[in-house]
């Protein structure tokens, strides 16, 4: 049959047998190296556009392998999400990324920077009943205030509509650290959600920056989701911003929070710390 033929392509295509592999050896090999310091944290900062403060800090994982070198998230995240292995590591980037944003607030080289440490929280993440209680320990261990938190959470993390994980979403509310919604824009649900959820912060997705310039009407259209965004009375940060022209349109349109190569790649622990001591504003 038709179908059974598309499936004997797949096996003998050489690309997709490595892909599986490098799958499979991912499985069996992730949950050790979250146990053994072999994943990493780099930082990118979060910028207010009229002044180049600093405002936040995403954490983002990566994956040192003793072999293979740096691994990107993309290539594991998906794994670690199908296989179980999320609340673990989401515990692992959870209490390394509050150590580091206590250690920068207790240096005085680092320590005039008041800024946010954000992590990506997956659906896996929500629905864990003990999830609320690593965030609280988290901070109280670190010594930080719950609003020094931001959670990210994508639409579709969100927006599973059960009851546990609007529990979740309350209680995390409740306790005072902030809740963001990831890549805005590119989920399928209705914006009415925005006016619903306990969430404080809107990241729009990069690709709507990524066509800033393709035609005139962006701009517009960019400025009506900024608008939407204020109206709910939240917070909008843009993500993808690589150009000073990217930067200055979405300041033209009133936007004030933004991420992006343009501001900082990601770096490491030790590189961000430098930045710090180095300048006032990005
Ligand atoms: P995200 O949360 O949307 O993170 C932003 C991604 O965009 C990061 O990729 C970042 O390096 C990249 N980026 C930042 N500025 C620019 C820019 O100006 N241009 C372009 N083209 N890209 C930019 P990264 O680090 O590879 O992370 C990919 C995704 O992996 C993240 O997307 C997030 O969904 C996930 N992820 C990363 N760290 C964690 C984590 O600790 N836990 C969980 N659950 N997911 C994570
Ligand atoms: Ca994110
Ligand atoms: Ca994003
Ligand atoms: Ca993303």
């Not at 598309?6 to 979250?34: C, M, W, Y």
């Not at 650290?177 to 009415?192: A, C, K, P, R």
Request: aromatic residues 8%; contains cysteine; charged residues 25%.
């Amino acid at each position: 049959s038709k179908a059974e033929g598309r499936n004997k392509v797949r096996t003998f295509d050489p690309a997709t047998l490595l892909a599986r592999q490098l799958e499979r050896q991912i499985v069996s090999e992730l949950g050790h190296a979250i146990g053994s310091d072999q994943l990493v944290l780099f930082y990118q900062p979060i910028v207010e556009l009229a002044t180049g403060r600093l405002q936040g800090s995403e954490a983002l994982v990566r994956w040192n392998h003793p072999e293979r070198g740096l691994i990107m998230p993309d290539k594991f995240i998906p794994v670690a999400e199908a296989t179980g292995l999320i609340p673990e590591l989401g515990r692992w980037v959870l209490r390394n990324s509050v150590a580091q944003l206590a250690a920068w607030r207790r240096d005085p080289a680092t320590a005039h920077h008041d800024f946010s440490m954000r992590i990506n929280v997956s659906a896996p993440d929500l629905q864990s009943l003990e999830f609320v209680d690593d965030v609280r320990e988290a901070l109280s261990t670190a010594g930080l205030p719950p609003e020094s938190l931001v959670l990210e959470l994508t639409e579709s993390a969100i927006i599973q509509n059960n009851e546990l994980d609007r529990y979740t979403l309350m209680s995390l509310h409740r306790l005072g650290v902030g809740l963001e919604i990831d890549d805005f824009g590119t989920g399928y649900s209705s914006i009415g959600y925005l006016r619903k959820l306990p969430v404080d912060h809107v990241k729009v997705d990069r690709e709507f920056v990524r066509d800033l310039g393709k035609d005139d009407t962006q701009l517009q259209f960019l400025a009506a989701i900024q608008n939407v965004i204020r109206s709910c009375g939240l917070d909008g940060i843009w993500e993808g911003i690589e150009t000073v022209e990217q930067a200055e349109a979405l300041r033209s349109i009133g936007c004030t929070s933004g991420q992006g190569y343009y501001f900082g790649r990601p770096v490491s622990g030790t590189e961000f710390t430098a930045q710090l001591k180095r300048q006032e504003t990005w």
